[in-house]
């Protein structure tokens, strides 16, 4: 960015902002008469675009050159009226508000040609729908259109400008072209009559005559000549003492190089249909223009009273009335004006109404002001004063909006400023329009006051009245030298834009646009004029003005390089004129000395809050201090801002594009970041709803299935009660299919009930319950049996190990999982070799007629003597109280749980135990070394049983254990290729178990 604003074209520097010698009136025009002659025809003063015409066709506003400058920042590129309309295009759709584009300049400076291409750029850059599309034709259309009746060959331009232009160009929110309005000032309607020597009437006359259509032409009464029609080549009279003092041959101009009429004529039709004219419309329309050509043929001659007769004229019934010829000529060169003045008008709202906006949703507006460019002839008439008078008007809107605001805004805004001098010509807008001593207030004066009014007689009131004024001379005020250049007729204004002289002949009848009571009535006008024209013409300015005041202005300053409308000419005092009336180096003055860009805090704050984390999304403060915050982020440094009293104020346009750019992306980060959210929002909301719809399958699916288990259970239980009521029924019977999952029932319930309820010895026969008949055989026999009562224990033993078992498992798990390496070996040991496990308990019931208690386990255990290792096969029982080793039926030793202090076993896959026991006694035996094949299961029990979950532990190398009091012993593990239990020379018991990789090898 920094780079292509400091960067310079081919010749000259591009923005007259970067001038080092910006004072100086001649480096000025040395840059644009350097870049005029490369065609580089535009430059800048900050956003001001000063444009240069170069009287020839450049190859810059190709459809290429349009899509280079759209939606590229103002100053990345070369100068271009396209970069200006696109700036202000994009200022009005991020701001909302609306524009003007001022295109200023003197006549045929390039004004028309200019607005036509902001026109042109916005008609291919605006989006496009076929309903836009219409729009846009309409809008383009409306050019030639207005042009042709509007536009006449003047000296000064071929094609020019005859009438005030303001176009409004509406915007809908996405930036779609979709109305637009025109208002039209002061038709110079005068031109229908006569034209200068080398001008022409509006092209319209010259189109119709070469272009139209042979049976246009025939109904019309037309011939395809235009020096047969006398407006279009005419004898001038002036009427200075209202006779006839001089001939010139005017007009007379039919053929001009630069314009086809045949071509433009087509054109028009073209245009005419687009514009939604109707047939009738466009038959009614050339009637007219035709009518007006037959007007100027019609020729009086006195009779003899004098009065004014038509000249045979076949086609023409003129009301006879006493009018002298020169009255009759002047009555009828008032119609001819009048009728091609309404007709213009009508010819405006007639595209308005096609323009017009149909959706009144929000809209935004640029309007584009092409109005007449400030002229002087060798003779000036009253239009010219009129159109000077508007361009003095409109050089007052841009220092109002320019030098005097800016300068004024500064000192509200409390910055610093030096002052920079200008010429306002407040005073010569003062000196036309003061009320009641204004020019035109001494004009209209004049018109309506009683009496003989004559154009000298306003002359001599002008003296009269403003004589001493600075801007204002006469013949007769003038000194010496300066009467010489001026008639007695004549006065002098001095213009913001240089001198002008007016003839006064004209002004009064001009001003009061009179229509003879009976030419009025003829053609059914039923208007009386109140106002005079230039009173309205003053009313219809300060409209002007007050809609341009409402919009944010822009500017193109248009500059005729040559009088000659040559290409490559490069005229120094006429460039150097202009530049000064336009006020071109007071704007730069001020801009350099100023800042490029100022906004109100709170508007700044909005646009670019989101660039700051403490601003985003919202600030607390005041607008001032987010700005300031917001800056301060940014990086601002102190000489390229000012914060004003409530605006910032920004020097330079790079630090402002450098926000915007970074605007930019953050706006498309936050955009996606809001997509995204909102995508999220969306998917989660379609989530929700299926899996809403999911659920509410499932609790039907879970309902229909859970009905039907029902069902299916209700079924089985029946089938289950009718098979229990059958199996009662058929109890006392033999077994049978019938009876036997009942009989099992009463068997189990019995037992179970047995279990609870055991008498508490042998000898108790009458304590015994009552067994059922399937069972009386066997509880008979128990009876009688003295190990009845262990059979019984073993059958329920038998019936309630699964579930002895199962808890087992939960247990060893959290005691011996992860710590001990055969662990995981062991677990599908726990439910295998029932009957062979529970056969030793049954016998080692037995030894409860010793034992104190009931056993509640018991195992096989290889048990290792204490004094020299001898394995010994023995069983381990544990009670309620106490663990017992047992040699068959004789107790070997026993172990009381409250003597219990540890358990050890190794880490390793060997099945090793060592029980600890307190022993002060030295008679009482030591520890016990241990070996079982279920050590899991059995540690576990005696855990369990004994209260002693926390006693184990799982050791590595070796494990110390008392001999008898005093004595100590080691058993030593490690693991090997196979297993051995040895002696070792060390006296330790070695044990040596099988690694668990090898094992599972
Ligand atoms: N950018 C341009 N490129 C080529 N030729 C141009 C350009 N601008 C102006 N011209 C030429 O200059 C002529 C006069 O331009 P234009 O009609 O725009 O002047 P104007 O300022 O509107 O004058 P007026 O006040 O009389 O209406 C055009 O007809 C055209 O020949
Ligand atoms: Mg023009």
């Given at each position: 960015m920094e780079a292509s604003l400091t960067a310079r074209d081919r010749v000259g520097i591009q923005d007259f902002v970067l001038l080092d010698n910006y004072t100086s009136e001649s480096a000025f025009l040395d840059n644009l008469r350097k870049r005029s002659h490369e065609n580089l025809i535009y430059t800048y003063i900050g956003t001001l675009l000063v444009s240069v015409n170069p009287y020839k066709e450049l190859d810059i506003y190709s459809k290429k050159q349009m899509d280079t400058y759209m939606g590229v920042n103002f100053f990345e590129l070369p100068p271009h009226i396209y970069a200006l309309a696109d700036n202000v295009f994009r200022t009005m759709q991020s701001e909302y508000n609306n524009h003007f584009i001022l295109i200023s300049g003197e006549s045929g400076a390039g004004k028309t040609e200019a607005s036509k291409k902001i026109?042109?750029?916005?008609?291919?850059?605006?989006?496009?729908?076929?309903?836009?599309?219409?729009?846009?034709?309409?809008?383009?259309?409306?050019?030639?259109?207005?042009?042709?009746?509007?536009?006449?060959?003047?000296?000064?331009?071929?094609?020019?400008?005859?009438?005030?232009?303001?176009?409004?160009i509406q915007f809908d929110h996405q930036g779609g072209a979709v109305g637009g309005h025109i208002l039209s000032y002061l038709l110079e309607k005068s031109r229908v009559v006569h034209q200068n020597h080398g001008e022409r009437n509006f092209h319209i006359f010259y189109q119709l005559v070469e272009g139209g259509e042979e049976d246009l032409l025939r109904w019309l009464g037309l011939e395809r000549n235009c020096q047969h029609y006398r407006y279009l080549v005419q004898v001038k009279k002036n009427l200075l003492t209202q006779t006839i003092y001089s001939c010139l041959l005017q007009g007379d101009c039919a053929k001009v190089s630069s314009i086809n009429d045949k071509s433009d004529w087509k054109m028009v039709r073209k245009a005419l249909s687009v514009i939604e004219f109707s047939e009738s419309d466009i038959e009614n329309l050339f009637a007219i223009i035709a009518s007006v050509l037959h007007l100027g043929n019609v020729k009086f001659e006195a009779d003899v009273r004098g009065y004014a007769s038509l000249n045979n004229n076949q086609e023409m019934h003129w009301v006879l009335s006493p009018f002298s010829v020169d009255h009759a000529v002047y009555a009828r060169d008032a119609l001819a004006k009048a009728i091609y003045g309404r007709t213009f008008n009508w010819l405006v709202n007639k595209i308005n109404e096609s323009l017009a906006n149909k959706d009144s949703s929000r809209k935004t507006v640029i309007g584009l002001l092409d109005i007449y460019g400030f002229e002087v002839f060798n003779v000036n008439s009253f239009e010219q004063f009129c159109i000077n008078y508007c361009n003095e008007k409109l050089q007052q809107l841009f220092i109002q909006l320019t030098l005097k605001s800016e300068q004024e805004e500064y000192e509200m805004e409390g910055i610093e400023w030096e002052p920079v001098p200008y010429f306002n010509n407040k005073i010569i807008c003062d000196l036309v329009e003061e009320k009641h001593r204004g020019i035109i207030a001494l004009l209209d004066e004049e018109c309506l006051r009683p009496g003989e009014a004559t154009d000298l007689t306003l002359l001599e009131k002008m003296e009269e009245e403003i004589g001493g004024h600075p801007h204002f001379v006469t013949h007769k005020l003038a000194d010496k030298k300066t009467r010489k250049t001026l008639e007695r007729g004549d006065f002098r204004l001095l213009h913001y834009a240089g001198e002008v002289t007016y003839c006064v002949v004209g002004f009064l009848d001009k001003n009061n646009d009179l229509l003879y009571r009976n030419g009025k009535e003829v053609i059914s006008f039923n208007f009386y004029c109140k106002k005079q024209v230039v009173t309205q013409f003053k009313s219809s300015l300060v409209g002007l003005t007050e809609i341009l005041m409402s919009k944010e202005p822009w500017y193109v300053r248009c500059i005729k390089p040559n009088e000659a409308k040559q290409p490559g000419?490069?005229?120094?005092?006429?460039?150097?004129?202009?530049?000064?009336?336009?006020g071109l180096m007071e704007h730069l003055r001020v801009r350099r000395a100023g800042f490029a860009y100022r906004r109100k805090y709170d508007i700044f704050l909005q646009r670019y809050k989101p660039l700051c984390p403490d601003t985003w999304p919202n600030w607390r403060g005041t607008a001032a201090e987010g700005v300031q915050r917001l800056i301060k982020h940014l990086g601002y440094k102190p000489d390229e801002y000012k914060m004003g009293r409530t605006k910032i104020f920004i020097r330079h346009p790079r630090t402002l594009f450098a926000t915007e750019d970074a605007f930019q992306i953050c706006k498309h980060r936050l955009a996606t970041r809001i997509q995204a959210k909102y995508k999220g929002y969306r998917v989660k909301g379609d989530y929700l709803k299926q899996r809403e719809a999911a659920t509410k399958i499932e609790n039907?699916?879970?309902?229909?299935?859970?009905?039907?288990?029902?069902?299916?259970?209700?079924?089985?239980?029946?089938?289950?009660?009718?098979?229990?009521?059958?199996?009662?029924?058929?109890?006392?019977?033999?077994?049978?299919?019938?009876?036997?999952?009942?009989?099992?029932?009463?068997?189990?319930?019995?037992?179970?009930?047995?279990?609870?309820?055991?008498?508490?010895?042998?000898?108790?026969?009458?304590?015994?319950?009552?067994?059922?008949?399937?069972?009386?055989?066997?509880?008979?026999?128990?009876?009688?049996n003295r190990f009845n009562l262990l059979e019984i224990k073993y059958l329920y033993l038998l019936f309630c190990f699964p579930c002895f078992q199962l808890l087992l498992k939960e247990q060893t798990s959290s005691m011996f999982k992860g710590k001990k390496e055969n662990y995981p070996f062991s677990v599908c040991k726990l439910t295998s070799e029932l009957t062979f496990r529970l056969r030793p308990l049954f016998l080692s019931a037995v030894t409860s007629c010793v034992c104190v208690s009931l056993p509640q386990y018991s195992v096989p255990v290889v048990k290792y003597d204490r004094n020299g290792f001898r394995p010994r096969l023995r069983q381990l029982i544990f009670t309620q109280e106490a663990a017992y080793l047992v040699e068959e039926t004789k107790i070997k030793q026993r172990i009381d749980y409250s003597s219990l202090k540890g358990m050890s076993v190794s880490n390793l896959s060997d099945n090793f135990l060592i029980l600890h026991v307190t022993c002060d006694d030295i008679k009482q035996k030591g520890d016990l070394v241990l070996q079982c094949d279920y050590l899991f299961e059995a540690l576990t029990k005696l855990c369990v049983i004994a209260n002693k979950q926390n006693y184990i532990k799982v050791v590595q190398g070796s494990v110390r254990f008392d001999i008898q009091p005093g004595r100590e012993g080691f058993v030593d593990f490690k693991s090997g290729q196979e297993s051995m239990v040895y002696r070792a020379k060390n006296g330790h018991l070695m044990v040596v178990s099988e690694s668990t990789r090898t094992k599972s090898r």
């Open positions: 026109l042109q750029f916005y008609a291919v850059s605006c989006p496009s729908t076929k309903l836009l599309n219409n729009v846009r034709d309409r809008l383009l259309l409306s050019n030639p259109v207005l042009e042709a009746f509007g536009n006449a060959k003047t000296l000064k331009n071929d094609n020019s400008s005859r009438f005030g232009k303001y176009m409004d000419r490069f005229d120094d005092v006429l460039v150097r004129h202009q530049v000064k009336y336009l039907c699916w879970r309902g229909l299935m859970a009905r039907k288990e029902r069902e299916k259970r209700a079924w089985a239980s029946l089938i289950l009660f009718l098979r229990f009521i059958k199996g009662f029924m058929t109890r006392n019977q033999p077994s049978c299919n019938d009876n036997s999952e009942y009989l099992a029932y009463v068997r189990t319930n019995y037992l179970t009930r047995l279990r609870d309820n055991l008498p508490r010895t042998v000898l108790e026969k009458d304590a015994w319950l009552t067994a059922p008949p399937i069972l009386q055989e066997v509880a008979d026999t128990a009876l009688h």
